[in-house]
């Protein structure tokens, strides 16, 4: 099996772009020395806020082959919300990239004043030490560690304020998250045969059952991909034909129009896509799909949460999702829980009493797999865990045959409306490279902020996108490039309230984000 790169790794001298499992171990291997040299020991907090790719995965790695404790923190995350995670962890290590590093707080303070060192993968920072100063020392041996430690801390969504710290065990993240990853079911999962291309924000949770399942399932050829615009990602799939894409929402968003003009036949050989980390849109979808000329195209769409690992799964096919064009898409679909490993059920938010099949309610999941708390916050954690069972704060309804359909998060929900559903019917009529978010405010009609390629709006088109729908708000129209999102992609929509609508209310209460 072979892994291809879209760009070298930042922990790589050589620069290498074609690696097979050796390689990768040979620089787990080296990084652990690298770490050790900088200082590092067992039970020591190793902060990885970096650009994204796959070298984060590695870097975890290593820290944990000498007992350390990695804390992933996505690149994206901006630097007044970075300073507050790294102040609860007190990381003994801070291995960052030089524009990372040089960025100033609100407050003036810069990111190696949070560690007892900083080190830096691709440039000279004051206070800080280069990987050419610990790498080519000893490697350390192994240190194993039981299956109910600590092994890795990752952060949450963050769509509504500073994320939490998720702590993960072996036990959680290896005995029961990668277990579920690691089954053989063919048509959906990956075959031997197949060139998987993987976009991710490499420092989740789902990276690392990502490459347990991998190494398992043993594909053909990996491309390991960093970014998603159309100058890498189309003479990469021209060159090496991906059978099997993974990606999440805002890259696909981002590949969009290259798979509508279908240049060069990019997703010509893809027999399954699928969509991870928020809900897809049927436009999204579609194209896809119809990019693809593959007898029979799946689109398999995930549904989870950082702190359960996959609670439900759906598969889409084309004629599918070329039907719901012409209807109403109703509820989002997200599927069935996985037997034997998942138990879903939907309850009344105040009362937690299960109500029948066909109401709206709190989504509630029982499974091995959540994961042991909140990294020095446990009354959020336990704010959110119902005994043996997680409240995942999204609002949905279980239909007679046991599948479930989300129609928002709590937070947002207005009581017989669905956003989320809104949301799919108006972007399906309005051009690629548009994105909405409709936020419901107590009193008065749904606000929609409408981010378009150029920040204007077609206003004909915009009749046409929300003919047949509840009243809504004068649209708010704002570029593209300026709808804030998280480290995963995802909207923020308080930051959205914050900057239009002067902090207005919630239907709901929010307990639960």
Same mark, same amino acid.
């Given at each position: 099996m072979l892994f291809r790169l879209s760009r070298p790794m930042d922990i790589d001298p050589a620069s @290498?772009?074609?690696?097979?499992?050796?390689?990768?171990?040979?620089c787990v291997r080296n990084t652990a020395g690298a770490l050790y040299a900088a200082g590092v020991r067992p039970g020591d907090r190793v902060a990885v806020y970096k650009e994204n790719h796959f070298d984060c995965l590695l870097l975890a790695a290593a820290g944990i082959r000498i007992g350390a404790i990695p804390v992933m923190l996505s690149g994206l995350l901006p630097p007044d919300t970075v300073r507050p995670l790294l102040k609860r962890v007190e990381p003994k290590l801070l291995v960052s990239n030089l524009r990372l590093l040089e960025e100033k707080g609100s407050d003036g303070s810069s990111l190696p004043s949070f560690a007892a060192q900083t080190l830096c993968l691709d440039g000279d920072v004051p206070n800080a030490i280069t990987l050419g100063d610990v790498l080519g020392g000893p490697e350390p041996s192994p240190v194993p560690r039981r299956g109910d430690e600590l092994m890795m801390l990752t952060h949450t969504s963050g769509t509504t304020g500073i994320p939490k710290l998720i702590m993960y065990t072996p036990d959680k993240l290896q005995g029961q998250m990668a277990r579920l990853e690691c089954r053989h079911l063919p048509p959906i999962t990956d075959r031997r045969n197949d060139t998987?291309?993987?976009f991710l924000p490499w $420092?989740?949770?789902?990276?690392?059952?990502?490459?347990?399942s991998t190494l398992t399932l043993s594909p053909a050829k990996v491309l390991l991909m960093s970014e998603s615009s159309a100058e890498v990602v189309g003479p990469m799939f021209q060159q090496h034909r991906p059978t099997?894409?993974?990606?999440?929402?805002?890259?696909?968003?981002?590949?969009?129009?290259?798979?509508?003009?279908?240049?060069?036949?990019?997703?010509?050989?893809?027999?399954?896509?699928v969509g991870n980390f928020d809900a897809m849109r049927w436009s999204t979808i579609r194209t896809f799909l119809n990019a693809s000329k593959h007898r029979f195209p799946v689109w398999r769409e995930g549904y989870g949460q950082s702190e359960t690992g996959g609670m439900g799964?759906?598969?889409i096919t084309r004629y599918r999702a070329n039907k719901r064009r012409d209807q109403m898409p109703g509820p989002r679909k997200v599927g069935r829980p996985m037997p034997g490993f998942v138990q879903l059920k939907v309850v009344d938010p105040e009362t937690f009493k299960e109500v029948p099949n066909g109401r709206p309610g709190l989504v509630l999941?029982?499974?091995?797999?959540?994961? $042991?708390?909140?990294y020095q916050e446990p009354e959020r954690w336990q704010e959110k865990a119902v005994g043996d069972w997680w409240n995942t704060g999204d609002i949905g309804v279980k239909t007679r045959t046991g599948a479930l359909k989300l129609l928002d998060r709590?937070?947002?929900? $207005?009581?017989?409306?669905?956003?989320?559903? @809104?949301?799919?019917?108006? $972007?399906?009529?309005?051009?690629?490279?548009h994105e909405v978010?409709?936020?419901?405010v107590p009193d008065g009609p749904p606000v929609v902020v409408v981010a378009t390629p150029d920040g204007q709006l077609d206003r004909k088109l915009w009749k046409k996108a929300v003919r047949g729908l509840p009243e809504l708000a004068e649209p708010i129209v704002i570029d593209f490039k300026d709808m804030p999102r998280t480290g995963t992609g995802k909207i923020l929509r308080e930051e959205l309230r914050r900057r239009y609508l002067s902090g207005a209310g919630h239907p709901g209460t929010g307990r639960w984000t």
């Open positions: @290498q772009k074609i690696l097979d499992i050796a390689a990768f171990a040979e998987v291309a993987m $420092v989740h949770a789902r990276a690392f059952t990502w490459i347990y099997v894409i993974e990606a999440l929402p805002i890259d696909f968003l981002q590949m969009e129009k290259l798979a509508s003009e279908n240049k060069g036949d990019a997703f010509s050989s893809v027999r399954m896509f799964m759906t598969a999941a029982l499974t091995k797999a959540r994961c $042991v708390g909140y709590e937070v947002n929900y $207005v009581s017989g409306a669905s956003c989320l559903e @809104q949301e799919d019917v108006i $972007v399906d009529y309005l051009p690629i490279g978010a409709l936020l419901p």
